[in-house]
């Protein structure tokens, strides 16, 4: 049996911005386009999961370097952060004194590395449905 596919629920061609060949380690971007569409399929009601485009940060202004990627909207959240890494990704400084920050604001928030941990941190959230068997889509 070969190592799992990682490609999103919403489809399967090499042109789609959310495959990613078997083997290769996803980009953060990629991770990103594939969190979102994932919740485009499996939201709940009265969610939102949405980036903040702020990959450029240094010297514009008006953008916070550190800063995570994705903001996030739930009843009973009400309000939480993700930041998305590579597997082989790793916080910055400033991601680092954003995330103490959030933890003494007590605003939920996680780093996450891969493709499924921000699944399972929306499912855990109350975000998205959960996936049968408990695999990302």
């Known amino acids: 049996m070969g190592a799992p596919a990682t490609i999103a629920q919403s489809g ?4 789609n911005v959310n495959y990613v060949p078997r083997g290769r380690v996803p980009s953060e971007r990629e991770i990103q386009a594939s969190v979102l569409a994932h919740w485009r399929v499996f939201g709940l009601p009265d969610t939102l999961v949405a980036a903040i485009p ?3 940060a240094a010297g514009q202004y008006g953008l916070t370097k550190g800063l995570f990627d994705l903001i996030v909207f739930a009843p009973g959240l ?3 952060f993700l930041e998305l890494k590579s597997d082989r990704g790793r916080a910055s400084p400033e991601q680092d004194r954003h995330r103490a920050l959030l933890d003494k604001l007590r605003i939920k928030n996680e780093i996450t590395f891969g493709r499924d941990a921000p699944i399972r941190v929306l499912e855990q959230w109350g975000v998205v ?3 049968a068997g408990g695999n990302a889509a």
């Open 129 to 131: 449905r959960r996936t």
């Open 12 to 15: 399967h061609s090499a042109g």
């Open 78 to 80: 009400p309000v939480g």
């Open 54 to 56: 702020n990959q450029f």
